[in-house]
């Protein structure tokens, strides 16, 4: 199947929950230093694309747990806003999703969170 065939429903996996996303990530408190390290490192995007991608996964992935966990209104927009960031930094620079790439129509329907936990998993169990 190429990026841009349609997809019949079921086709489709289920798409992975936060539970099952950030399963075995750091405790929250750790991650919020580690996505403010990665922030000073990735400076103001003039990084390498690789390195300002792991800020932005990182901190996506970050707001998406809060998110889930404070159920707030605020946290929701900022974890798709977040998202929406990590998509379009690797659309923008050509990194590919897996197993569905930026580009694919699916994330048309999933949104960006559901973007950030594909790639959350990739990231952090690589053999998943």
């Known amino acids: 199947m190429t990026d841009t065939e349609e997809?019949?429903?079921?086709e489709i996996p289920a798409p992975f929950t936060a539970r099952d996303a950030y399963n075995g990530a750091p405790e929250i408190?750790?991650?919020t230093h580690a996505v403010l390290r990665l922030?000073?490192?990735?400076?103001?995007?003039?990084?390498?694309?690789?390195?300002?991608?792991?800020?932005?996964?990182?901190?996506a992935a970050?707001?998406?747990r809060v998110a889930e966990?404070?159920?707030?209104?605020?946290?929701?927009?900022?974890?798709e806003k977040m998202g929406r960031a990590l998509l379009d930094?690797?659309?923008?620079?050509?990194?590919?999703?897996?197993?569905?790439?930026?580009?694919h129509e699916i994330w048309t329907h999933r949104g960006p969170r559901?973007?950030?936990?594909?790639?959350?998993?990739?990231w952090h169990r690589p053999t998943a």
């Open 7 to 10: 997809l019949r429903a079921d």
């Open 29 to 31: 408190p750790a991650e």
């Open 39 to 59: 922030q000073v490192t990735s400076g103001d995007h003039a990084a390498p694309p690789e390195e300002v991608r792991e800020y932005l996964l990182r901190h």
């Open 62 to 64: 970050l707001a998406d």
């Open 69 to 79: 966990e404070s159920g707030d209104g605020d946290d929701q927009a900022r974890a």
């Open 89 to 103: 930094h690797d659309r923008r620079h050509g990194l590919k999703g897996s197993p569905y790439p930026p580009d």
């Open 114 to 122: 559901a973007y950030t936990r594909q790639e959350y998993v990739t």
